[in-house]
């Protein structure tokens, strides 16, 4: 049946005021809701040509149809009513109804009753059984706030307030003993008056019996006679629903994050999140794919290692990973406690055979006070091994790292922006050759570094300067690109080009659109911005790179240096702005270097000229100066001999010029001669000077006014002059 409405009730107060119309009005008719008219009681007095009694019992009739309408209007909308709250419509009581559900009524001596629970089943004997029945319109308040009340209204076995509230239970103890008959239940965390609100949630039971999977004290609670109880989640866990708290011991926190992690993993994949605050651990968080762990924001929330741990803060995990997904870190603050371990940093082994996620992400990430990781030979704070793997990181903060190298990269195919690396490797434990580093890159290749800060201070500024060590080494590295990016050494070299044994030298690399400064302070000896040692590979690039204050005053430094060994590298439209250059013989040296458009380019490499004789013989000398720059291709020099004596005999030449002519049969590099004195030079012939292809000797030779160059003649050793030359040469 329908349930009551508002038209109902409406037509049944339309009878009741028609029925006193019928009785009260003056009138002879009365017209009821249908559009019927019908004689009234005045009506029928007045109407002569019936008999009083016959007028009597035709008012009474009328009065009855009217009556019987509005009853029958009750009746409905009652049965309406009783439907709508689960009963099914009254039936008149007699003998033999079968009762055997709660939900059904019959009606007697105008009342309606329903069955009481605890006598259903049974048959109705003919005679009333009032024992059986309750009133329906007669239940009380007393009734349902009764233990039992609930049944009242079809539900059994708690009270009314339990059914219609969310029954509430202070943890999970308290969840694991309950046996009532709730299939939903929320747990507030607060039990008297300690609160662990971080455990608050609902519950819902999914189960009973053999548990389908074991209590995890998180999100799935085992408890009385088995029953499983799950919680209602949406796209995250939270690390403090298993224990993790500001509080809790750095055992039980440790805990709690890696179940909440395995939690996750097991799902498909999920973000586990942490509250504000510091989490002391003394073990290992290990990460699976597919898992974001997730703090409040950078120096909000802290994972700090506990005293003497001596272990990594975070790895990847070494066991089987069943979810293919991005695997993530952000807004979390890692600090290794470096007053009170020796050991512990975070070490990404993107190698593991287990791991089968494409893309690691790092995103609002600080890593304070570490000490070299403790999962790998590599002596860096912050480690990334492994191959052909992608990998993401923004706002990267890696500082006061003080025994070991801030960060140590050698994977592929990554991209860091906004990387801060500062105050690291400035202890006293020996870590690479003796020698730190704010960073090591190599040997991968293909990665970007966009936005970069790398430097050091040991005034406690995070992001200033370190005496004494170099802060980037480029280590067979290939292909990677320093875009936008400020490294600021103030003791060492600020890039320096190495090789790794068993690969390959550096190569293809650029630094595009920065500023290397500060390189050479107080050191004796001086170290150049940019050094590409023996190893330095071959077309390495430096665009647009700011060599800023780049040399001490009067110490031998170069802003940049490649020495024998080094292939060909190329700096172009860099600003040579070497304020602290006074005094200092060169802004570069090397034998492989091209420089083009550089700004402030003012000299080159110092060399000394040196008498060579084909006889042999040694020669002493009152001065040998020399100069020369590279720029594309070209070699420019200038050199001044003036020499003491020789020990030798036959022809000669300059020699110990910087660099080696270029391969070009038949063609000779011209050299002029701009002062000349106590030279023998044969009667009509003119001394000229060349260099010959595939050496670094500039030859002197005679050539006859009457036969021209087709009669050229070596000039023979003279043993006390002095000579100037000029020129420019392919190399």
């Known amino acids: 049946m329908r349930p009551i409405n508002i038209l109902d009730l409406n037509n ?357 006070n570490a000490s070299p990781v403790t999962g790998s030979t590599l002596y860096g704070a912050v480690v990334i091994e492994g191959g052909e793997r992608n990998g993401r990181a923004r706002n990267f903060q890696i500082y006061n790292c003080l025994n070991a190298v801030g960060l140590w990269h050698n994977g592929s195919d990554w991209v860091f922006h906004e990387l801060y690396a500062g105050n690291n490797g400035s202890g006293t434990v020996a870590a690479v050759g003796g020698q730190y580093y704010s960073m090591i890159f190599g040997p991968g290749q293909n990665n970007l570094i966009s936005n970069a800060y790398l430097g050091g201070n040991l005034n406690g500024d995070p992001f200033g300067a370190v005496t004494g060590f170099d802060q980037v080494w480029i280590r067979s590295a290939r292909n990677n690109r320093f875009v936008n990016f400020n490294i600021d050494t103030s003791g060492r070299s600020g890039v320096v080009f190495g090789k790794q044994e068993g690969f390959p030298d550096p190569t293809g690399n650029t630094f595009v659109g920065g500023q290397i400064s500060n390189s050479s302070a107080t050191l004796n000896n001086g170290y150049p911005a940019v050094n590409f040692g023996a190893f330095g590979g071959n077309g390495n690039i430096f665009s647009a790179v700011d060599l800023y204050n780049s040399m001490w005053p009067n110490k031998p430094s170069h802003a940049v240096k490649d020495v024998s060994g080094a292939g060909e590298n190329l700096l172009i439209g860099c600003n040579f702005d070497t304020n602290w250059a006074t005094g200092v013989d060169g802004r570069w040296s090397g034998s492989s270097m091209k420089i083009t458009g550089c700004v402030g380019f003012a000299g080159g490499k110092a060399f000394a000229p040196t008498l060579v004789a084909s006889g042999g013989g040694v020669a002493s000398y009152n001065n040998q100066t020399g100069w020369c720059i590279k720029e594309n291709g070209m070699a420019h020099f200038h050199a001044y001999l003036n020499v003491a004596g020789h020990t030798g005999n036959g022809t000669m030449k300059i020699g110990s010029l910087p660099f080696t002519a270029r391969n070009t049969p038949a063609l000779f590099a011209a050299v002029t001669i701009g002062y000349v004195t106590n030279l023998t030079v044969p009667v009509n012939s003119v001394l000229m000077a060349r260099i010959l292809p595939s050496t670094n000797e500039i030859e002197l030779y005679t050539v006859s006014t009457a036969s021209g160059l087709a009669n050229a003649t070596p000039l023979a050793l003279d043993t006390a002059f002095q000579i100037q030359l000029s020129g420019s040469y392919p190399v």
């Open 12 to 368: 049944a107060q339309q009878d009741v005021t028609h029925i006193a119309e019928i009785a009260t009005s003056a009138q002879a008719t009365a017209v009821d809701r249908l559009g019927q008219r019908k004689r009234t009681i005045s009506g029928v007095v007045a109407d002569a040509a019936l008999s009083a009694e016959t007028k009597a019992g035709a008012a009474m009739a009328a009065i009855q149809g009217v009556i019987t309408d509005a009853t029958f209007a009750v009746e409905a909308a009652a049965s309406a009513s009783m439907a709508s709250i689960g009963y099914q419509p009254p039936v008149a009581y007699g003998a033999g109804i079968s009762i055997t559900a709660r939900t059904q009524t019959v009606s007697y001596a105008g009342q309606v009753f329903g069955p009481n629970l605890a006598d259903i089943p049974f048959t109705t004997s003919g005679t009333f059984e009032s024992t059986k029945f309750r009133l329906i319109s007669g239940v009380t308040a007393a009734d349902l706030a009764a233990a039992s009340g609930a049944a009242l209204v079809g539900n059994g076995g708690e009270s009314v307030k339990e059914s219609l509230d969310a029954l509430q239970l202070p943890d999970y103890a308290a969840l694991r003993a309950y046996k009532g008959p709730r299939k939903s239940v929320y747990v507030t965390g607060v039990l008297g008056t300690v609160e662990a609100s971080g455990i608050a949630g609902t519950f819902v039971l999914k189960g009973q019996g053999a548990p389908a999977s074991a209590d995890n004290g998180g999100t799935v609670i085992v408890g009385a006679s088995g029953r499983i109880w799950k919680r209602v989640i949406d796209n995250s866990l939270s690390a403090d629903w298993f224990g993790a708290s500001t509080s809790a011991s750095a055992s039980t926190n440790i805990a709690a994050i890696q179940a909440a992690i395995k939690d996750a993993h097991a799902k498909g994949g999920m973000t586990v999140t942490l509250s504000g605050g510091d989490y002391e651990i003394n073990d290992t968080i290990l990460l699976y794919s597919g898992v974001r762990l997730k703090g409040q924001g950078l120096r909000v929330t802290k994972i700090k290692l506990a005293n003497g741990a001596n272990i990594d803060m975070l790895q990847l995990n070494p066991v089987a990973h069943t979810v293919r997904g991005t695997c993530a870190v952000e807004g979390l603050v890692f600090d290794g406690n470096l007053a009170n371990n020796t050991k512990g940093g975070i070490y990404l082994n993107c190698n593991l055979a287990s791991y089968i996620n494409p893309l690691i992400l790092i995103e609002d990430v600080e890593v304070r």
